[in-house]
């Protein structure tokens, strides 16, 4: 007779059945990034100067804050606090849903200045993988909000199964942006 599988047992699987789709999310990122720097070398007039790292770093702050603002929630978890935890939580979505909409008003700002997906190829790459890794960020956001309802009403505590998943795909997701904020923004070399 099989046993049924515990709350840790759960646990270690989503943990590392996540850990598997975040190495191929990796993978993805990597050869998008490769991409960019191969085409920026091939072309001359690429638009690489057209992105600001100023009017994105705020917004990126914010993201990588709320890596910070994660741990405090998973914090106040661990000791039982129910509605602080669920109140971090949201605050983390929040901070990834400005930081969401940050970006999209700066696809807009690029667009009105030229910077079009069919402006050049740098333009194709840089939309396709930010593209990519916001839609990671709004996938992220209703877990977040899950986790915040779930927190409240005490249906997840000290050993929630998933949560660990959850919490480690959103330190990833603002990890990825780490790297492309330098590359896009900060980075202006072929």
């Known amino acids: 007779m099989t046993a049924l599988p515990t709350s840790n047992d759960r646990a270690s699987r989503s943990h590392l059945g996540m850990l598997a789709f975040l190495a191929s999310d990796t993978v993805i990122f990597l050869l998008m990034l490769v991409s960019n720097i191969y085409l920026r070398r091939s072309e001359s007039q690429n638009g690489q100067a057209l992105p600001e790292p100023g009017r994105m770093l705020v917004f990126s702050v914010l993201l990588w804050g709320s890596s910070g603002v994660l741990a405090l929630a998973e914090q106040q978890r661990n000791r039982g606090d129910r509605l602080g935890a669920g ?20 696809w807009r ?10 402006a050049s190829l740098f333009f194709s790459t840089f939309y396709t993988t930010t593209g990519l890794h916001g839609l990671h960020v709004l996938l992220g956001l209703p877990v977040l909000l899950g986790l915040a309802v779930l927190s409240w009403t005490g249906k997840i505590g000290r050993r929630a199964p ?24 900060v980075w202006r070399g072929p």
Do not use: P, R
């Not at 109140?87 to 970006?103: D, E, N």
């Not at 700002?109 to 069919?118: D, F, K, V």
């Not at 959103?170 to 790297?179: I, N």
């Open 87 to 106: 109140a971090l939580y949201l605050v983390t979505a929040l901070l990834g849903a400005v930081f969401a909409l940050a970006q999209g008003l700066e």
């Open 109 to 118: 700002s690029l667009n009105a200045h030229g910077g079009t997906i069919s």
């Open 162 to 185: 998933g949560v660990a998943a959850a919490v480690l795909y959103w330190h990833f997701v603002d990890a990825v942006w780490l790297v492309l904020y330098l590359v896009f923004y």
